[in-house]
């Protein structure tokens, strides 16, 4: 999947270094699910907490989040669609979607600090202290 706010294949420990150095609530990343294969977790910050929703793809290629429950669940042409919907407030959501870590921008950071690059994954993109909690919201 290509989207700035998608990062593959990373931790959920990763996840929540990257949202927590972030800090703000409403700060959101994509990763792949480390429990279902083909699926990808929506992660978002919300006082110091990473809640996780899962992104599911149907047969016919829309997406859709498992939010909590009882809200209707809803499909989208493709992942834009449903960071926009997300976005939005009251959507069923810890907290609406305000800004994306976006990999391009860690990738960035990376570079312009050589002495960050080291090749294993706990240093992908950069050094990060995070206390943030860790929240799984899946049904």
Do not use: W
């Amino acid at each position: 999947m290509e989207h700035p706010a998608y990062h593959g294949p990373i931790s959920k420990r990763r996840c929540e270094e990257l949202l927590g150095k972030r800090g703000k609530d409403g700060t959101f990343l994509i990763r792949d699910s480390e429990t279902i294969q083909g699926a990808m977790c929506l992660c978002v910050l919300k006082k110091k907490v990473v809640y996780t929703y899962r992104i599911l793809q149907s047969h016919a290629g829309a997406y859709t989040l498992q939010a909590r429950s009882g809200v209707e669940e809803q499909f989208f042409r493709n992942i834009e669609d449903l960071i926009h919907h997300y976005k939005k407030k009251n959507q069923g959501l810890a907290t609406h979607l305000r800004r994306a870590v976006k990999i391009k921008q860690l990738q960035h950071l990376v570079l312009e600090t050589p002495e960050a690059i080291v090749p294993d994954e706990e240093n992908d993109y950069e050094d990060v202290d995070c206390s943030a909690d860790y929240v799984v919201v899946l049904p």
